[in-house]
């Protein structure tokens, strides 16, 4: 009689002292989706600064709330997702004039610490807990107005000083980000073009600072007549990124620094007209091409929307249909997902910030590397909305937790696996070298089911004497806990030790197996450390 090889169940059980138990033996004759992997070879390489971050620019609706950045919580979260972009911008970005003071004393940021400049050491630099619950507190009625200038669609200019440049240089440099500042691009001229004449401000101040910035200019030029009356067409959003890489080129410190956009909305008719006008008037000034997307409308969806297959693939088509345009008049060219979460509107308010939302995040970045967006950046670190990664406490959301393990555990080559299964999503790629030899590979996975699922691995996977699981659990069970702000790893939930300190965390050891279970509504990383994969080594 053949062998039955064992079945790894991952039903995690707390254990006195929190000590996860990962090992139960299954019942045999188990039905199991099998998964077909090949680690002989990549299908691509992504960039490493894949997983990506942004700060929404209503961050700078008025100066002080920039302060936020001096948090130690918040840059101890921060650098915790490095290396990354880090992307300021959104629809405030479009109504945003910088004004210099001269380092006067009487602006905003720089009153908040007592006069003293932005600047500094990383360590010098901390805002004062007393004047941080302050400004979550102020920031909590901010949102109010925010939201209805959202849903009225009228919104205000805004004036930053030097604070707000140094303030996000300073949160950048000490997170180990790459900061990319998003630019005006309604400053128009008498003949619809743009009007540099502020952003030349800016790049002359940067550059006198000898700050490291990449740029873009403007955001979602398909949407400008609806929010600001100004229709331009992609032909002339070409031309002013031509001005701008000119305005950088006459700069010493700017004539090599990237430029990204045009920062356009998700494939429509129109949008893709002006994408295709924008390629072929302003290609060559640009390092990538960003477009946005969102799975749904924030103020219709539900729950099933955010576990429904159709939904996760509907990213398919959109992604195809933007590699196209690029394809046919600048192949060359890098594509990126310059602004992303689950949905547009500012999120879905009791979802984007919940356990749930997970299962659109994590099938985002595999699907995105399987297709060849080269960064995905997600909306939003910190900002209005309800998808941010922290809460208006500054605490971590599970969609930060999911973002720190990816980081951690995946590396840039992606690696081809198949599944049957539409309610079992996987992925596959070398593990993260920074965390694991060469050879290694990390699959990735979920299981959108409220009922155990079972995969069957392939042999190459099967083989390897040394695994280790990432399983991402809901606080509660069942449909409930889709809705939960906690999530436990290994059956420990994640939550920060203090300010300056992340939990440890830490994978379960496994056998080796052939076959392994989901949990219910579960997210997994698994880390496969003896394949020997030659795509890995």
């Not at 128009?188 to 600072?209: I, M, P, T, V």
């Not at 997307?293 to 159709?310: A, C, I, K």
């Not at 969609?399 to 299964?421: H, N, Q, T």
């Not at 203090?498 to 056998?511: I, M, Q, V």
Request: proline letters at 5%; hydrophobic letters at 40%; charged letters at 20%.
């Amino acid at each position: 009689m053949e062998s039955v090889a064992p079945l790894l169940v991952l039903l995690l059980v707390l254990l006195p002292g929190h000590r996860a138990a990962a090992l139960l033996l299954a019942p045999r004759g188990w039905n199991c989706s099998a998964a077909e992997a090949d680690v002989s070879a990549g299908i691509r390489r992504v960039e490493p600064r894949f997983l990506s971050v942004t700060i929404d620019a209503s961050l700078a609706s008025e100066e002080k709330f920039v302060s936020l950045l001096s948090s130690t919580k918040v840059r101890t979260l921060a650098k915790a997702l490095s290396p990354s972009f880090l992307r300021f911008g959104g629809t405030r970005q479009d109504f945003m004039v910088f004004s210099p003071q001269k380092v006067q004393a009487g602006s905003s940021a720089r009153r908040l610490f007592n006069g003293s400049s932005a600047e500094g050491s990383c360590d010098r630099r901390e805002l004062p807990s007393s004047l941080e619950d302050k400004l979550k507190r102020d920031w909590t009625q901010q949102l109010v107005t925010l939201m209805r200038e959202d849903l009225q669609g009228k919104y205000r200019r805004v004036k930053f000083t030097e604070d707000t440049v140094d303030l996000l240089h300073s949160f950048a440099s000490c997170s180990g980000m790459d900061l990319i500042f998003g630019l005006n691009a309604l400053l128009r001229s008498a003949d619809n073009s743009w009007n540099g004449s502020n952003a030349g401000l800016l790049l002359q101040y940067c550059e006198s600072r000898r700050y490291p910035v990449s740029w873009e200019l403007g955001n979602e030029p398909n949407s400008y007549e609806k929010k600001a009356g100004i229709r331009v067409d992609g032909h002339q959003l070409g031309r002013d990124f031509t001005r701008l890489r000119a305005m950088m080129s006459e700069s010493t410190w700017y004539r090599g620094a990237g430029l990204f956009g045009p920062d356009v909305g998700q494939p429509r008719e129109h949008r893709v007209n002006l994408l295709e006008g924008f390629l072929q008037s302003g290609s060559p000034a640009v390092d990538a091409v960003t477009w946005h997307h969102y799975y749904v409308n924030g103020r219709d969806t539900s729950v099933e929307d955010f576990l429904d297959p159709q939904v996760l693939d509907s990213l398919i088509l959109k992604t195809k249909d933007v590699l196209e345009e690029v394809q046919m008049v600048s192949p060359e060219k890098p594509v990126w997902l310059g602004e992303t979460s689950s949905a547009f509107g500012g999120g879905a308010t009791g979802l984007s910030d919940t356990f749930v939302a997970g299962f659109m995040w994590l099938d985002k970045l595999g699907l995105s590397a399987r297709l060849g967006m080269a960064v995905v950046m997600r909306q939003v670190f910190i900002g209005s909305g309800s998808y941010h990664l922290l809460d208006e406490n500054l605490d971590p959301l599970p969609d930060y937790w999911l973002s720190v393990l990816y980081k951690r555990l995946v590396g840039p080559e992606v690696l081809k696996i198949e599944s049957r299964s539409s309610r079992v999503r996987l992925y596959l790629h070398c593990a993260n070298r920074n965390s694991y030899r060469g050879g290694a590979v990390t699959l990735i996975s979920m299981n959108l089911g409220q009922e155990p699922a079972c995969i069957s691995l392939p042999a190459l996977l099967s083989s390897s004497s040394t695994v280790e699981a990432f399983v991402l659990q809901s606080d509660r069970p069942g449909v409930d806990g889709l809705y939960s702000r906690c999530v436990k790893l290994n059956g420990g939930v994640l939550k920060m030790v203090d300010d300056r300190t992340l939990p440890h965390l830490k994978g379960a050891r496994l056998p080796p197996a052939e076959h392994l279970q989901l949990p219910a509504f579960s997210l997994a990383f698994f880390v496969f450390m003896d394949t020997g994969a030659v795509a890995c080594r």
